[in-house]
């Protein structure tokens, strides 16, 4: 069974706007976490990651958030511009090199200008 | 920027043929991964190989397909008898000890 998804497949905004797409896991043992973007025709981009020790981590306009108590986790893109517009991706794996990374669904972000 | 590079970006094929897609991996990375995603889905694991064998992989990496690291730049995956519904995008991946995945662009196989 899927053991990563996503809350909605779809999430339209406004340029300028923040946007927060969520993904809640089911696995307990996953304790590393990736948000990727995937643009049409391409493959998926790393945006940013988040061990399970962590809470927050911020990148460029990005933060990822992570409840381990509900097994959420949270992408957060301030100021969202038309670049933005893609499908995201949440992934998790155990912290063990070389395993398999387990992606959900993917939302889809279109940011209108 | 290093990237993970992939060809062919197109391969079509006709049914019970072998294809064999490649991967360059990013230089100082270990471990190899590829990928699937068909059309409209998630994507999907396949096979991670560290070390000139495969670690772990999943129920759709069966008997017709198979991973080999020819040299050491390239990372190859070939499906020994495609089936129509082997068409998808196929990606590699590569990594180093612990770190973050990091995706070519793929390869778009159809199978007709």
């Known amino acids: 069974g899927e053991s990563v998804g996503l809350h909605l497949p779809t999430l339209s905004v406004q340029e300028g706007d923040n946007s927060i797409i969520n993904c809640a896991y089911s696995?307990?043992?996953?304790?590393?976490f990736i948000w990727y973007k995937q643009e049409s025709g391409k493959g998926p981009q790393f945006i940013i990651d988040i061990r399970s020790n962590m809470d927050k981590r911020q990148g460029q306009r990005v933060t990822v958030l992570l409840n381990k108590t509900v097994k959420h986790l949270s992408l957060q893109i301030a100021a969202t511009q038309p670049g933005d517009s893609a499908v995201y991706f949440c992934?998790?794996?155990?912290?063990?090199?070389?395993?398999?990374?387990?992606f959900g669904k993917g939302t889809t972000l279109s940011v209108s200008s | 920027e290093p990237e993970v590079t992939q060809t062919p970006s197109h391969q079509v094929t006709q049914m019970g043929q072998e294809v064999i897609l490649r991967c360059v991996p990013i230089s100082n990375h270990l471990y190899f991964y590829w990928y699937r995603q068909i059309l409209g889905q998630k994507v999907e694991f396949l096979v991670s190989f560290y070390n000139n064998e495969i670690s772990e992989k999943s129920e759709i990496f069966d008997d017709q397909f198979s991973v080999e690291r020819p040299d050491g730049s390239n990372f190859t995956l070939k499906i020994r008898s495609t089936k129509l519904e082997d068409s998808a995008m196929y990606f590699c991946?590569?990594?180093?000890?612990?770190?973050?995945?990091?995706f070519g662009p793929g390869t778009r196989l159809t199978v007709t």
């Open positions: 696995n307990s043992a996953s304790d590393y």
């Open positions: 992934a998790e794996e155990a912290n063990q090199a070389g395993t398999a990374l387990i």
């Open positions: 991946a590569s990594s180093d000890a612990g770190g973050a995945k990091y």
